[in-house]
């Protein structure tokens, strides 16, 4: 257990200290320096327009690095609905740890197409346009514009010494949670997959008799009109909550491999007989825009600091990408096989209600 | 009467009255933007909203809403 569960678990996530810690250090030259209060004079224009303000576009921007240090980057909002906006959109944007996901999806089933990628990266943007401007016309959101009022700092040269501070503070934060929340969910995935009701009573099974395989064919009803209700893809897709990164593992256990390479390719053959090209867009988008892993989940919760607005960031984000995958799939396959359904209908009827709220008038 | 908003860039003003109110008009003041203190409009962002002032011997940014309020001569 501790091998296989906690270190392989725990470790994964530790694996990406030495990168986040190298992003921070380039994020805090960047604040030290002076940089980061200009960037949001340039962009204020653009992103007022969707309801957020020039300073989201800082958390979003470390957001592409890693969604934690993202959303807790977002304190420097002084706005509350601005702020609150931005840390719900922020995880739209893929991070690192999404990319084995687009990878492994796009290699098996795209045949490594170019635009799959890039997609992917649009469709986060769109996501969070789309959001905001949706967002913005509601009532916990309307309200007046606060003054933008900033002082920019001279630009100067940082020293040293702030720039290490800065970045041993926001790694440390994130280190303890790898110890705590992470740990904790490793722990219960590992048992989950490995214990279970065999032959001879509750012990240690294969993975396809696990506890999480019955979750999986339990909750894999719900993603069967998104196109993808086998339970290996709905493991993999609750799997990707502890990080994203796990999707790829997860498929390749499930699949009977006991280790793949970061983009998955050893098991690209047995993706593409159980994917049409679709059903995995619409895995793909789905694993992209809705809630992320714990640790950024952990960012939020503390940074909204009110379980009220912690369970509507994660309630809507699942919502948006269950109604962004359905209108995919459905539509993708009015159009492709020209069967037309109540799901159909259904989606046209979403994808209309979608179009209403962003035209709406405020 | 000329407001902030109408300054052209590179031009030095004084502030005459700041309008507005509630917090907007305390958040201006704070940043010491006050009657008769001199400001100068150093540029407009590149997609024209927000500007550059300095005020005080600091740089500061503000929307063309808020630089509505400033009465400024």
Redesign the interface.
Known sequence: MIIDGIVSGVGAVLGFVPQMLMLFIFLAFLEACGYM?RIA??M???F?RFGLS?KSFIPILIGTGCGVPGIMASRTIENDSNRKMTIITTTFIPCAAKLPVIALIAGAVFGGAAWVATSAYFAGIAAIVCSGIILKKTKPFAGG??????????YHWPTAQSVIRSMWERGWSFIKKAGTVILAATIFVWFASNFGFGDDGFGMVDMDKSILAKIGGFISALFIPLGWGNWQASVAALTGLIAKENVVGTLGILYGFAEVAEDGNEIWSRLAAEFTALSAYSFLLFNLLCAPCFAAIGAIKREMNSPKWFWFAIGYQCAFAYIVSFCVYQLGTLFTAGSFGVQTAFAFALSAGFIFMLARKH | MQVLKETRPGSTVRVVKIGGAGPIKRRIMEMGITKGVKIHVQKVAPFGDPMEITVRGYELTLRKSDAQLIEVE
């Open positions: 209060a004079f340039i204020d224009r653009i007022r020039g514009a606060a003054p933008f009022l900033m002082e920019l700092p001279a």
